[in-house]
């Protein structure tokens, strides 16, 4: 079992356990402490979608979605991914096809929004790994939303022979239409390509070396005042963030000091911008993606 498993089996056990009875204490604390909070940071990861249907780890939804693929013998849509028996077309085929279902066509998952409903009236920040754009479908403020990781759908040159990042909806359905639908093997034609140089291209997707940041990182500054006014906003209130541990301690005197925050989930290069984590990166046409499904924790109340 890889560590994304045991994760996403630790996630199913804590939420049987919520739906099962006993915890409407603890329920209640997070949802007092919500709304108490003067700063809410919002860590999503990939259980906040896995739970709404967009589970790369089941093979019922791998039946349902992608049935080509379950005949070939595969698990789950993880499994598919990460073959590399498969021949260059046969990547980018599953690839648009992931694509097109996790970033285009499938439908806003209710937990995005039963969370905005909980948040939209507070001063909040997100900080998602997630791939999916579901915090920009269920209307959370894109200034709001600061995602390192980048989106799927995004393609750039893979040299890069310009800064050129452009939505790639056209070329993945294209790619989907005339690929083989039971080996999933796209036309040679129609395997991306830069405008500019005719270069492969490339997801704009933060762990290749010749990523792009210029659309993940522009509200990069925005989110890490925010952070430091938050963490401000903590040590006056009394609270301190105890890093070895991990653990939060407050003031008794001091019980308004409620700030629910998420866990820390990326690591960071020499400049000090997230990276894609190592165990979360595959090589797809030249495209080393680190996709950081599960990397981060779910929001959280700590």
Aim: charged share 30%.
């Amino acid at each position: 079992m890889t560590r994304y498993q045991e994760r996403m089996d630790e996630h199913r056990r804590y939420a049987r356990e919520l739906v099962s009875g006993g915890q409407d204490e603890a329920l209640e604390k997070a949802l007092d402490m919500i709304r108490n909070a003067d700063r809410i940071v919002i860590g999503g990861g990939a259980g906040l979608s896995a739970c709404g249907g967009l589970n790369y780890m089941s093979l019922e939804v791998l039946k349902k979605e992608f049935p080509a693929l379950a005949r070939r013998g595969y698990h789950t849509l993880w499994e598919a991914l990460w073959d590399d028996r498969r021949t260059k077309q046969q990547k980018i085929g599953m690839m648009a096809a992931e694509v097109l279902w996790a970033c285009y066509d499938f439908p806003v998952i209710r937990a995005y929004q039963d969370l905005l409903r909980m948040v939209e009236d507070k001063d909040y920040f997100v900080l998602t790994s997630n791939i999916d754009r579901q915090f920009h479908k269920a209307g959370f403020e894109e200034e709001r939303i600061f995602e390192p990781q980048c989106s799927a759908s995004d393609l750039q040159c893979q040299t890069p022979c310009c800064r050129d990042i452009w939505d790639g909806e056209s070329v993945w359905r294209k790619i989907a239409a005339n690929m083989d639908r039971e080996t999933y093997a796209c036309r040679e034609e129609d395997i991306p390509r830069c405008d500019r140089c005719h270069a492969p291209a490339v997801q704009n997707m933060r762990g290749i070396k010749s990523f792009i940041p210029d659309k993940v990182m522009w509200n990069r500054i925005e989110f890490e005042q925010y952070i430091k006014e938050a963490s401000d906003l903590l040590n006056e209130n009394g609270y301190t963030k105890l890093e070895e541990t991990k653990e939060w301690s407050h003031s008794p005197s001091l019980p308004k000091a409620g700030l629910p925050i998420s866990e820390g989930c990326a690591d960071t290069d020499e400049s000090g911008i997230p990276q894609g984590s190592g165990e979360n990166q595959r090589q797809v046409c030249g495209d080393r993606r680190g996709h950081g499904r599960g990397a981060c924790a779910d929001a959280k109340a700590l």
